[in-house]
């Protein structure tokens, strides 16, 4: 119990010599995602001027930082990591082209990324409670990989995007058995909070109401594409990323 409470409850953590396994794949490419999301908004939305070539300079110059700070030598890497990390900033450079043509299209907004909801949230969002037959509780906590806004007059619509690295499917038949649950526990806890900071961060004006829009999986698994000697780097990363796919559930209205 006492390991339990220091882990989860204090979050301490032994210190681990700096090193990169292939399981850390998908910690890389949220941070790349994150930080590549963040320069490409701002408070008034979407930056409408970045190209092909701008995405790429983002993911790579934050591949460097990350590999900076895994091995300040670089010389020193290996020729094994070298390539994992050549081969994962080219997936990065993928969605990252996946999601800016996406938020070029839609109205919604990226506002929040890596939320946590209970126990250490910033933005103050409590932990979803289940009531257990025996008439105990359960308190859930967790991460938003994350959050998406579209404000329609005071009231802000809320979608939430987990990001996996490997494939995931969203199965509506689970849900009414109770499995997989996650992300719209997730989803209902952003919308219910009361928390003055979230709802400014989310930009929801006084009178307005958190809204649920949507809870998405978004997989980086996609299957591999043809090419010939002529296709170039852009074309075929837009090949690749055509193949990117999400799956969940999203509220069927017209605003």
């Given amino acids: 119990h006492?390991?339990?409470?220091?882990?989860?409850?204090?979050?301490?953590?032994?210190?681990?010599?700096?090193?990169?396994?292939?399981?850390?794949?998908?910690?890389?490419i949220h941070r790349i995602l994150e930080v590549f999301m963040r320069a490409i908004t701002n408070e008034q939305g979407l930056r409408r001027d970045v190209e092909f070539e701008d995405i790429r300079r983002m993911v790579l110059e934050e591949t460097e930082r990350y590999i900076l700070e895994l091995s300040p030598n670089r010389e020193k890497l290996g020729k094994r990591l070298s390539h994992l990390f050549k081969r994962l900033s080219r997936l990065a450079v993928t969605i990252a082209m996946d999601l800016y043509a996406e938020f070029r299209d839609s109205e919604f907004v990226p506002r929040l990324f890596e939320a946590r909801i209970g126990h250490g949230s910033e933005y103050g969002i409590a932990s979803p409670?289940?009531?257990?037959?025996?008439?105990?509780?359960?308190?859930?906590?967790?991460?938003?990989?994350?959050?998406?806004?579209?404000?329609?007059?005071?009231?802000?619509?809320?979608?939430?995007?987990?990001?996996?690295?490997?494939?995931?499917?969203?199965?509506?038949?689970?849900?009414?058995?109770?499995?997989?649950?996650?992300?719209?526990?997730?989803?209902?806890a952003v919308c219910r909070s009361q928390?003055?900071?979230?709802?400014?961060?989310?930009?929801?004006?006084?009178?307005?109401?958190?809204?649920?829009?949507?809870?998405?999986?978004?997989?980086?698994?996609?299957?591999?594409?043809?090419?010939?000697?002529?296709?170039?780097?852009?074309?075929?990363?837009?090949?690749?990323?055509?193949?990117?796919r999400r799956e969940g559930i999203l509220v069927d209205r017209d605003e």
Wanted: net charge neutral; with cysteine; proline share 3%.
């Fill in 129 to 188: 409670v289940i009531e257990l037959g025996n008439g105990s509780r359960v308190n859930i906590y967790g991460v938003v990989d994350r959050i998406d806004v579209f404000r329609s007059g005071d009231d802000v619509y809320i979608k939430v995007v987990d990001y996996k690295t490997g494939s995931k499917k969203f199965s509506l038949r689970d849900i009414e058995r109770g499995l997989n649950t996650q992300l719209l526990l997730y989803l209902f």
């Fill in 195 to 244: 928390s003055p900071l979230l709802r400014e961060k989310l930009g929801c004006g006084e009178d307005g109401t958190l809204k649920p829009a949507g809870a998405l999986y978004m997989s980086t698994a996609f299957p591999p594409v043809k090419l010939d000697s002529k296709t170039d780097e852009k074309t075929a990363l837009e090949l690749a990323a055509a193949g990117i």
């Fill in 2 to 28: 006492l390991s339990y409470y220091c882990r989860y409850v204090l979050r301490l953590m032994e210190n681990e010599r700096a090193s990169f396994r292939y399981s850390d794949s998908g910690t890389f």
